[in-house]
């Protein structure tokens, strides 16, 4: 017998506590071999007034088992709560967000895809969730969207060795580098190196929004989908959706040490406390949990009396139908109805495959071979003013430009306002002002201390600048 697996569990809000001990009783019965701690979290935690949701005799728990089973939970309304689920992928570097989304025609009714079977990788601790924002003027908000090379590589390299490990054929990564050419550019860039080294699965990329739309019209057309962090919270739950209902869907947070298993959807206080919620979530995510922890035989075994379940037309009221279900039942009833065909296989639906390849390797970012040489060229100003038009501003600006530095642009809201004019609307009260070195030549911390000392001087509000710089001599800014 397989010695027992130390795992966390938190039954969490809403419909979490009546799913939660159905899927363990099933797991139970399955002859998972685990040991179970269950800790605390969510909107009590919450209520109790810590901002976390969670408290510190979880978090041991958790550092200390490294895998755990979470159920969903409520935040609370207002102001000051965290998200506990950010949170948790940040603080166990979960990078990797994995949703497997497929139908399962005829049994569960979707509108028109068949044959729908993908898997969805979700870069799961940058881009716009670094959660760095500001108010920078009376009128402007900003949120900084961070990508960075090794995060990238990670959840692609990732996503790669999962399409390998996995028996899928082809990996599809989406962004969108027609805009954010320096951001999304990189994630693309990087897609397209990380394919060099896997010759024997097809790639492709798309453009996020015309990928996103093909995969809400022809999904069968992908197979693993590689995506940054906000682009992936979106298209998971569409695929989700599509393929039934977001009642069916699992997901685990991989990381390198820990990994996080949990239902893609949330707590559903409606629904809540009248045994009508479909467990299948949290037990689709129980079984990529027990894959991961070397229990690949148990985790068919569940899977397979899952399959043979909805083939059977048990259904709960959000995946029922009069043409494709047999028996409408609540939740204790659709756990009874698995738990009674463990040992099962499906009739007509694919049957499981795990453990296929093995556990999936670690995967580490390169080493860089060369750092680039970085040169500080300029600098952008930003400024909150409202004291007149574009020419006014440029007029103060460059009584002060000089010693080095030279008033270049200004744009507003992206778009050039001064030397030319390019803005066609609106203009707020958050301007950039662009310097570059004279002639093109390198600029120095000290001439650009000297130059905002001068502006603040000139009692201009300045809210933040971002130096220019050339990697290896290549602009690393974007034009305006
Ligand atoms: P939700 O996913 O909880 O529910 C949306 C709707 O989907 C429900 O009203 C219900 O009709 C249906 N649904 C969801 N799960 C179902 C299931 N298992 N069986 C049957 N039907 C199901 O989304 P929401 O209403 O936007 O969020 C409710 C709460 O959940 C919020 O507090 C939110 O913050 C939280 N939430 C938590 C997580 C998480 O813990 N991972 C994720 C998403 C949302």
Known sequence: MNQATPITVAHGDGIGPEIMPIVLEILDKAGAQLDIETID???????????????????????????????????????????????TRIALGLYANVRPASTFHPYVETKHHPDMDVVLVRENEEDLYAGIEHRQTADVMQSLKLITRPGSERVIRFAFEYARTHGRS???????????KLSDGLFHEVFDEVAADYPDLENEYWIVDIGAAKLADTPEMFD???????????????????????????AANIGDSAAMFEAVHGSAPRRAGQNLANPSGVLTAAVLMLDHIGQPDVAARVYNAWLRTLEDGVHTYDIHSEAHSTAKVGTREFGQAVADRLGEMPRTLRPAAFGVGGPMPVIEASERETQPVKQTVGVDVFLDWNDGTAADLAQRLQAIAGNGLGLKMISNRGAIVWPQSMAGGLLVDHWRARFMGAGGSAVDHAEIVDLLGRIGGAGLDFIKTENLCTFDGRPAYSQA
Do not use: C, H
């Open 41 to 87: 979290i969510g909107e009590q935690v919450y209520l109790r007034g810590n901002p976390a949701g969670i408290d510190d005799a979880a978090w041991e728990s958790i550092r200390r088992t490294r895998v755990f089973l979470k159920a969903p939970i409520t935040t609370p309304q207002g102001r000051g709560y965290q998200s506990l689920n950010v949170a």
């Open 170 to 180: 082809k990996v599809t990564a989406f962004a969108k580098d027609n805009i954010m």
């Open 224 to 250: 693993v989908v590689v995506l940054p962090n906000l682009y992936g919270d979106i298209l998971s739950d569409v695929a989700a959706q599509i393929a039934g209902s977001v009642g069916l869907g699992g």
